[in-house]
């Protein structure tokens, strides 16, 4: 997460899964969109789907690129 976004954040609260943290914050389409990306990432880690493992990781981040 950018500093800039960071810094907007409101505050930080934790989850039920105590090693993730939310973080609540005013609505930004850089997080929105980031956020879509994670669970994108999350599903398809849970479905072992490499393929689109790898579109999520390029939508969070271009310069990533696993072979």
């Known amino acids: 997460m950018t500093e800039e976004l960071w810094s907007?954040?409101?505050?930080v609260v934790p989850t039920s899964n105590e090693?993730?943290?939310r973080v609540?914050?005013?609505a930004l389409p850089e997080l929105?969109?980031?956020?879509?990306a994670v669970d994108a990432l999350?599903?398809?880690?849970?479905?072992?789907?490499?393929?689109?493992?790898?579109a999520a990781l390029h939508?969070?981040?271009?310069s990533i690129n696993i072979p």
């Open 8 to 11: 907007s954040t409101e505050h």
């Open 19 to 21: 090693s993730i943290m």
């Open 24 to 26: 609540e914050c005013p």
């Open 32 to 36: 929105a969109v980031l956020r879509q």
């Open 42 to 54: 999350l599903n398809a880690t849970r479905s072992h789907d490499t393929n689109a493992m790898r």
């Open 59 to 62: 939508a969070i981040d271009p």
